[in-house]
């Protein structure tokens, strides 16, 4: 058995960071067909998707900030300015990018995170799920993912016909 030396290092260092991340994404390229299947084609790119609403005066009421992947929106932020709250801006944000995501870009479903002291009712109102729960992350706080079918019924959704 041959004995190595390592040196490891804690520095950020964005050329190791970018390859370490391309030399991921070919092990799981090559680990996986459905991600092999993926290359090359459009979904295989993020693409961002952003929602504004602007007020009288042109300023901010709010935003959404997400992207859409191999058939899934990704909400990364969604925010109202709180003058604004409670007039349904938060709704229609998120209404607006699950038609962009789902009616022109192809995606079937949606994710996202909250923490338990900001919108985790909103969202299961609008039809997510809570897939996961994270306590004390950060401490005393609680993470959630959830995760909508796109094509489901919801709120402002039509369900199958009967």
């Not at 996202?112 to 992350?137: K, M, N, S």
């Amino acid at each position: 058995m041959v004995s190595r030396m390592f040196r490891m290092e804690t520095e950020v260092d964005k050329s190791r960071r970018d390859l370490l991340r391309s030399r991921l994404r070919a092990t799981n390229t090559a680990a996986s067909p459905v991600l092999r299947a993926l290359r090359g084609t459009p979904g295989e790119r993020e693409v961002p998707l952003h929602v504004w609403v602007l007020d009288d005066a042109g300023d901010l009421a709010g935003g959404l900030v997400g992207h859409t992947w191999a058939t899934w929106l990704h909400v990364t932020y969604l925010w109202v300015d709180e003058r604004h709250r409670g007039a349904g801006l938060g709704s229609r944000l998120l209404a607006e990018a699950e038609r962009v995501a789902g009616q022109e870009r192809g995606c079937a479903a949606s994710r996202l995170e909250t923490w338990d002291f900001q919108a985790p009712d909103f969202y299961r109102r609008h039809g997510y799920d809570v897939v996961c729960v994270i306590p004390g992350y950060p401490p005393g706080i609680t993470e959630f993912t959830l995760t909508k079918r796109l094509d489901a019924p919801g709120p402002g959704r039509p369900g199958p016909a009967r």
